[in-house]
């Protein structure tokens, strides 16, 4: 019985809201164009891990910036990886995708990948890893192209 609480207690600290992959874990994942990625692939590189959803305009909001921000510093210090949460098909994010013209990596959020990363109960929530690979800042709601370079370039 004892054993079970000690497996239970486990479990709930590693799935509860919030919590996050440790800087030493690796994880993966495999793109909407079947390219895999792993968090140890960029290291050297800010890495930026946003949730977001179709049906969420917060979200919708800062994509642009997003995409903006990827493009201005994916070959020097920074890639953005977004992950699609509460979709009803794979259909519906990639016509999602296409529409905002998105061009960095996208991948559908499973339990798997999420547990990997952390749980996040607002949209849209990015987690921003240094060079390091060091979680150094959830953020829950939207982020700024300026707040994220302000980020970068005060480190």
Known sequence: MLFRAIIFSLLLIIYLPGAHADSGNDFSFTDLHGEIHHRNDYKGKWILVNY???WCPPCAEEIPDLDRLYIKHKDKDL??????IGYKSKLEVDKFVDDMLISYPVTLGTSELIGQIGKSEVLPTTFIYNPEGKLVRI?????SRDDIEKLISGY
């Open 52 to 54: 977001w959803a179709t």
């Open 79 to 84: 890639v953005v990886i977004g992950i699609a």
């Open 139 to 143: 953020n829950h709601g939207i982020i």
